[in-house]
């Protein structure tokens, strides 16, 4: 499959405005491995394949296990996952698949008991970048290097 765009190139300029997400997020606070598991979870759900090539490596890097990283699809059936990053999961689900339902008050909920309103801010706008570049990738059928 080829690339049908090189959109950095074509649109410089709002490519940079994405990238100011991306450096938001990289600088926001958050939890390396938090941002790590909703790049992954969000491109899972939304089929990027370069994507996921990309933040799965970089989870690695980091320190993450293969064990975690090959049963994230499957996050509820396992105790590999501690109570915040439960919640960043069902999050990201939730906002990645927006038309569903949204983001659930009961999620809403258990995200404020283990994350102040800023840290709850921060994942919003991480899942919603991830979103961003996912929907990016795809479309200009960017490939995993």
């Known amino acids: 499959m080829k690339a049908r765009m090189n959109i950095s190139a074509i649109e410089p300029?709002?490519?940079?405005?994405?990238?100011?997400?991306?450096?938001f997020v990289q600088h926001s606070g958050l939890e390396k491995s938090h941002i790590e598991l909703i790049?992954?979870?969000?491109?899972?759900i939304n089929g990027c394949a370069?994507?996921?090539?990309?933040?799965?490596?970089?989870?690695?890097?980091?320190?993450?296990?293969?064990q975690r990283i090959f049963l994230l699809d499957a996050w509820?059936?396992?105790n590999l996952y501690?109570?915040?990053?439960?919640v960043i999961l069902a999050m990201t689900e939730e906002i990645t698949m927006i038309s569903k339902?949204?983001?659930?008050?009961e999620t809403y909920a258990e995200a404020e008991k283990?994350?102040?309103?800023?840290y709850i801010a921060k994942?919003?706008?991480?899942?919603?970048?991830?979103?961003?570049?996912?929907?990016?990738?795809i479309s200009s059928l960017t490939q995993p290097l």
Do not use: P
Not at 39 to 44: D, G, L, N, P, T
Not at 114 to 118: K, P, Q, S, W
Not at 123 to 137: D, F, G, P, S, Y
């Open 50 to 66: 370069f994507c996921i090539n990309m933040h799965t490596k970089d989870a690695l890097k980091q320190g993450e296990t293969t």
């Open 82 to 86: 501690d109570e915040k990053e439960r």
């Open 13 to 23: 300029k709002g490519y940079q405005a994405v990238l100011g997400l991306e450096n």
């Open 114 to 118: 283990v994350f102040d309103e800023g």
């Open 39 to 44: 790049k992954i979870r969000a491109s899972q």
């Open 101 to 105: 339902a949204g983001l659930k008050e």
């Open 123 to 137: 994942i919003i706008l991480t899942i919603a970048t991830i979103n961003v570049w996912n929907r990016i990738a």
């Open 76 to 78: 509820r059936e396992t």
